[in-house]
């Protein structure tokens, strides 16, 4: 037997104690996973559960108010007689009404009781009648046999016990007839019943909706009973999941296939669910007594607007701000702030960037000012010279696939006129007519595609030359730069742009040593020397300053720098631009800013100079209406590529504002010569310096006119992953929250879009930094975009983060087929020329003029018109002309062609075609006119109204013409406002009605004065002293005068001249 | 963008092969087929004359008031010349050709033109015949814009305008065909007709009616005569070797009505 061990360690060792520890430990791990399903991994029940709390507080706060005010409203005398009255009636009433419905009871009874009866006469004499027609005609006797049936089936009799009245029934007979008739006679007698009853209640029921709508206008929060509701229901919160689902369009109530959208904020931010918190009701934090909390998610959206127009449970909450929706484990997750997830929540300061992803169409988004402004920026500080972005300007490439289609068709036709010889010889020699014939007929029929090659070819050049209008750069046209600028001043602005001009929109760029000089040496040797500029006589700088600052220049260009900073920034600030740019050259860009110095064929890839146009016996013009090469029918480039428009000034107000420009410089400024530009050597390097900065992508450079785009696309850049932004060495402190200052991030981490887009813009070089690049050309060439504030910063970044690539279903995308749509597409052209630099266009919205000192007070009359009805106000062929050709003449062109008498002036865009028409329908819909407008027929005047319409216009109580232009120039030097001349075209006769009758309404502010009318019994009456024909005149006044108005001849008016006072007679009349 | 450049290369690249398919298709280049020579020695003659059985239809004058150029171009009026008849119902513009019995016999196309001339905005003469690709020289011989446009059955269409003073118009009709009409748009009333054929056997009558097909090789022939209001009479001839012989057309008044 063996010997047992000595220390057997299961008779000799107890495992009570490692039992117990492991028994601790479950039982401490079971308390943790308790813990963790309730709060841990849970969080939204506490929050509901707090909520829940503090939501009754507020509401039982809420409802003892609510119940006060509804107690005092219900006691009031107002209240009770309103109440009273309403009872009164309905009481009246009452009698009458128990009769009809005794009626209608009798009435239903009867139908009930003869029902069965009916519907089996019916059914059985339908039957007989379908027998009897599907005999044939010529078995007459069946067919005679089978009519008798259906006879005697009529007159078969039913016995029905009949309710003679309410209490007592008759046992009738009733045959199908019978039954028939009785049965509409129910029908008819029911539904007059009915009717009658209606009228009997209607004074009561009115009376009721008085009474609604007093204790609505009292009492505008939600009753107190609705508020009891949701304090029981937020008393006894149903703490679980509050979840949008939104299956994808189209698919069944069974599809597996993945939700469209799943949502599970509001299990956290439980004011935002409209069970608990209707839309009607704001929640703040405040409310809840939770102001200072930081950990308190429940107040209900701020602005309710948006969640009407974007419904809860279509949109959720993460679409627009970012953020996992599904995850509910933790607020960060929810959040979707970790590494991986790519659409983190946004900031408070980027919300906006949540319309991008479906208004991605929209120039101008309502609501969202900061995405606006980014998108603003975008284009006009030329990030879009560089980066491609869908759907901004991109005229330029629809251009260059115009030519390729142009060219390739022009192939094609070369191709097709070798054929048709070709074919007609093998019809010619074929061996019998059939054949012959083909040949023939294919030869005939490559002629007649030839042709419409042609109409092809001929509509693609109209298009090109719609789309070369449109083609606007960011900067000036470089080929020009020998003829316009002083020469040493290029090396010195390309080195300090900024210092030179603080605002500008060139940003700065990081350039190596020597690279100023080959790049200014490039451009000044590249650039055109002629033909010659004509020679400019002196101008008066005084008149000039005035004329720059009365006609309009400064919604577009400031003057001063910093804080004397005065004028619009969409163009350059012109402190210093007498340091720059030669005389002559000045006064034709201000005369005409659209004028070349050679026209620039894109198939030729060259500027034209006169000795093209002499080789084919033309003189050396172009413009516009002449705008093909004489060498090829081509369209070329006529205009200079700039927004800024013809003001139509005469030559003479050209050399006084370019007189006055000339002399603004700086005190100290200094230029040291630089005859390197001259040095053929540097020009090669140059070049390529300009190529590899992307200079074309904003100026127009010879040789250079073709160059793409060099930086990335941005159009889906928010939602690039973030490994492929490359935060180089910055990577760890990024995901580290350290600055690139060395402090700490306030908001912790920037490893995100956000964090990148931020640094990235603020410093282009900064991802740079400390990297080793033996090929200077590799190093990263985006320059210092120059961003004026943290709001400026704020809308780019805003606008980057929210360009993603939609991950919502395509019928969520804004695309409107409606007038809005117009809408979205004339912004793009309003915001391009920058029309609200000068125009209010928008309701609310503020021009750069009216911030202008020189437009304040009384002076407001000399603003440019506000256009917040223009669509409402102007018939859209007007438009079409007035847009095309401001001045509204052929020849007169210095003037304005509506208000004559306003110094600022509303220039020459030289839109294309298509942008006129985008704009009219644009200011269209922006009224809710309906398309297209057909004028409405007005009801000629008979002599009498013609005769009391004039006493009417030269009445002194209303001396419409004092103010109103007529064209006579003594009396027009005071006049403020437009010639009647004019209505018949301009005007819609509606809204000069409105207008006439109360013009303020439309335009605040306007010179035009209201009260002119009063509305008497349904019609409107002039409301000064009268002639005595109008008195007894029983028409609408304000009807008539607009009927005079549309009817106006110019020798109508010089009658009316003879009779009204001068303007400049003070306000006296002719009494 | 790429989408676009390849979407381009495909049409150039159909195009080009469209084109190359469409040149295989044609019928190789086929030279003219050698003359068939006539032995001089043994051909005889057809001669004859055409009439009108019956009274020709009568016309009204054309009215020219519409150009005064060509009203002032005449001292009298102008007759249509759908039936032109001479002495004893001697019919012109009648064309008189061999339409069968030549066989495969090809024949040399003459090097000289015929002319058709505008004159007083008349055609002259009314009825041309040639052979197949033979150049027909249209020559305007007025102080007006003319145009010529042949209405073919089975040759190619074509319309060209001819101001006074401008070259010569040369153009060829391929295939045979009785006969083409030829019309000018701007002067309605101008009227004529191109007898194209295939052999050198053709003549157009004159007013004395007469016609003669000369150089005939021996051989039996279907002779068949065409105008433009009456259409077509056939006959039967053969001659011998160097014989001459007499043939005659008649049209019936009544048929054309």
Redesign the interface.
């Known amino acids: 037997m063996p010997e047992l061990p000595p220390d057997d360690p299961i008779t000799s060792r107890s495992l009570a104690v490692p039992l117990l520890v492991s028994a601790f430990l479950l039982i401490l791990t079971l308390g943790w996973a308790l813990y963790q399903e309730d709060f841990g991994l849970r969080p939204w029940r506490s929050y509901q559960r707090r909520f829940g709390e503090a939501y009754s507080a507020y509401l039982q706060k809420a409802i003892a108010g609510q119940e006060a005010q509804e107690k005092a409203v219900y006691s009031s005398p107002e209240y009770l007689k309103l109440r009273s009255t309403a009872e009164d009636l309905e009481k009246a009433a009452k009698p009458s009404d128990a009769e009809i419905e005794k009626k209608i009871e009798l009435l239903d009874k009867q139908r009930a009781a003869m029902t069965d009866a009916f519907q089996d006469a019916r059914g059985r004499v339908g039957a007989l009648i379908y027998d009897y027609e599907i005999v044939p005609e010529s078995d007459k006797s069946t067919k005679q046999s089978r009519l008798e049936a259906v006879n005697k089936g009529m007159e078969k009799t039913y016995r029905i016990d009949w309710p003679a009245s309410l209490t007592e029934t008759k046992t009738e007979k009733f045959d199908y007839d019978r039954l028939n008739s009785a049965f509409t006679d129910i029908l008819a007698k029911r539904a007059a019943l009915v009717a009658q009853r209606g009228e009997n209640d209607r004074p009561g029921k009115e009376a009721r909706a008085k009474l609604a709508d007093y204790v609505s206008q009292k009492l505008p929060g939600l009753p107190s009973s609705t508020l009891e509701g949701l304090l029981h229901a937020s008393a006894s919160i149903d703490i679980h999941i509050r979840q949008i689902n939104v299956s994808p369009p189209g698919t069944s109530l069974n599809y597996l296939g993945g939700a469209g959208l799943v949502e599970r904020c509001q299990s956290c931010h439980v004011g935002t669910d409209p069970q608990l918190v209707p839309l009607q009701m704001e929640l703040t934090k405040a409310d809840l007594g939770l102001a200072k909390n930081k950990d308190a998610p429940f107040a209900s959206h701020p602005d309710p607007e948006l969640l009407r127009i974007h419904s809860l449970g279509k949109f959720g909450c993460s679409p627009c701000h970012g953020g996992n929706g599904r995850a509910i484990d933790s607020v960060r997750r929810g959040h979707g702030r970790y590494e991986h997830w790519l659409w983190p929540l946004y900031y408070p300061e980027n919300y906006d960037a949540g319309c991008q992803q479906c208004h991605a169409a929209d120039m101008v988004t309502e609501r969202a000012p900061v995405l606006n402004d980014g998108r603003q920026l975008f284009r006009q500080r030329g990030c879009i010279g560089c980066h491609r972005y869908q759907g901004f300007d991109n005229q330029d490439e629809q251009l260059v696939g115009n030519r390729q289609q142009i060219t390739q068709l022009s192939d094609e036709k070369k191709q097709d006129e070798l054929d048709i010889p070709r074919l007609q010889k093998a019809g010619d020699d074929a061996a019998d007519n059939a054949t012959a014939q083909k040949f023939y007929g294919q030869a005939t029929n490559l002629t007649v595609r030839v042709s419409s090659i042609d109409a092809k070819v001929e509509q693609l050049e109209l298009l090109s030359h719609s789309l070369q209008q449109e083609v606007k750069r960011v900067g000036p046209d470089l080929k020009d730069v020998r003829l316009k600028l002083r020469k040493e001043w290029i090396p010195y602005w390309l080195e300090n742009t900024r210092e030179f001009r603080p605002a500008t929109k060139m940003p700065q760029f990081r350039f190596a040593p020597g690279e100023v000089q080959a790049i200014a040496a490039f451009i000044w040797q590249n650039a055109l020397t002629g033909p010659a500029l004509e020679k400019q006589k002196p101008g008066d700088p005084v008149k000039g300053k005035t004329l720059f600052e009365s006609r309009g220049c400064m919604a577009c260009h400031s003057m001063g720098e910093g804080a004397n900073r005065v004028g619009g920034t969409f163009a350059a600030n012109l402190s210093r631009i007498g340091e720059k740019e030669n005389y002559d050259y000045l006064v034709r860009w201000v005369h005409n800013p659209r004028q070349r110095t050679r026209p620039y064929c894109a198939y030729e890839k060259r500027d034209l100079g006169p000795e093209d146009y002499a080789k084919h016996g033309l003189p050396f013009a172009f413009d516009l209406d002449h705008s093909r090469c004489p060498n090829d029918g081509h369209e070329l480039v006529v205009h200079q590529p700039t927004v800024m428009p013809n003001l139509r000034l005469t030559i003479e107000e050209a050399r006084d504002i370019a007189s006055y420009l000339t002399g603004l410089k700086h005190p100290d400024a200094k230029y040291v010569s630089a005859d390197f530009m001259d040095d053929s050597k540097l020009k090669a390097k140059g070049e390529e310096l300009v190529k590899h900065y992307g200079c074309a992508g904003c100026h127009e450079i010879r040789g250079l006119e073709e160059e793409g785009r060099i930086g990335t696309e941005l159009t889906n850049e928010g939602s690039k992953p973030i490994e492929r932004l490359d935060f180089a060495l910055y990577t760890q402190d990024a995901k580290h929250g350290v600055l690139p200052d060395g402090k700490a991030s306030p908001r912790g981490p920037w490893y995100d879009s956000k964090g990148f887009f931020e640094n990235k813009l603020s410093n282009p070089g900064l991802f740079e930094l400390g990297k080793y690049h033996p090929n200077p050309m590799e190093r990263l060439r985006m320059p210092k975009p120059n961003i004026q504030s943290k709001d400026e910063l704020n809308a780019l970044v805003t606008f980057l983060l929210g360009s993603v690539d939609p991950t919502l279903p395509p019928d969520y995308m804004y695309k409107p087929a409606d007038q809005r749509h117009a809408i979205q597409e004339g912004w793009w052209i309003a915001t391009k020329y920058n029309c609200i630099g000068c125009h209010q266009i928008g309701i609310g919205q503020r021009s750069v003029m009216m911030d202008l000192p020189q437009y304040q007070g009384e002076n407001k009359i000399n603003l440019p018109p506000a256009l917040t009805s223009e669509g409402a106000r102007v018939n859209p062929e007007w438009l079409k002309r007035f847009l095309a050709n401001p001045a509204l003449s052929a020849t007169d062109l210095n003037r304005n062609g509506v208000r004559s008498y306003l110094q600022v002036r509303m220039p020459t865009f030289s839109l294309s075609d298509n942008e006129i028409r985008k704009l009219v329908l644009f200011f269209e819909a922006m009224s809710s006119q309906q398309q297209p407008f057909i004028p409405p027929k007005l009801e000629p005047l008979t002599d009498a109204e013609r005769a009391m319409a004039r006493g009417l216009f030269t009445s002194p109580a209303a001396p419409c013409l004092k103010c109103h232009a007529t064209g006579n120039p003594a009396h027009d030097k005071n006049a403020t406002a437009p010639n009647f001349l004019l209505a018949r075209d301009r005007l819609r006769p509606a809204w000069t009605a409105r207008w006439l009758t109360d013009p303020a309404k439309i335009i605040p502010g306007t010179a035009m004065p209201s009260g002119l009318f009063r509305r008497e019994a349904g019609r409107w009456v002039f409301a000064g002293p009268m002639p005595p024909a109008l008195q007894k005149y029983s028409g609408d006044h304000a009807d008539l005068l607009v009927r005079y108005m549309f009817s106006l001849t110019p020798a109508e008016q010089s009658m009316l001249m003879g009779r009204t006072p001068a303007p400049s007679s003070s306000g006296g009349g002719n009494r | 963008?790429k989408a676009?450049y390849f979407a381009?290369a495909m049409?150039?690249a159909l195009?080009v092969v469209g084109?190359g398919k469409?040149?295989s298709e044609?019928?190789p280049e086929?030279k003219p087929a050698a003359a068939t020579p006539v032995d001089m020695a043994t051909v005889g003659s057809v001669t004859g004359s055409v009439t009108l059985d019956g009274a020709p239809p009568k016309f009204k004058p054309i009215n020219m008031s519409a150009e005064a150029y060509c009203a002032k171009a005449h001292s009298s009026p102008v007759m249509p010349q759908d039936v032109v008849t001479g002495d004893k119902g001697a019919l012109a513009n009648v064309i008189v050709y061999v339409k069968d019995g030549l066989g495969d016999r090809s024949f040399d196309v003459p090097k000289a033109p015929a002319v058709l001339d505008q004159k007083g905005c008349m055609y002259e003469p009314h009825v041309v015949a040639l052979m197949a690709g033979q150049e027909l020289q249209v020559v305007n011989g007025d102080q007006t814009t003319h145009n010529i446009h042949p209405m073919p059955k089975?040759?190619?269409?074509w319309n060209k305008s001819q101001p006074p003073g401008a070259a010569p118009i040369e153009e060829i009709f391929?295939?045979p065909e009785v006969a083409v009409p030829v019309k000018c748009n701007v002067h309605p009333w101008m009227k004529s007709y191109v007898g194209v054929f295939k052999n050198p056997y053709f003549f157009v009558t004159g007013k004395d009616g007469k016609f003669d097909l000369k150089n005939l090789p021996p051989g039996t022939y279907t002779l068949e005569a065409w105008q433009e209001k009456y259409g077509v009479v056939d006959q039967t001839v053969t001659i011998g070797p160097k014989e001459s012989k007499s043939v005659s057309f008649v049209f019936k008044a009544s048929s054309g009505d």
């Open positions: 963008m676009r381009i049409i150039v195009a084109c469409k040149e044609q019928a086929q089975d040759n190619r269409e391929a295939r």
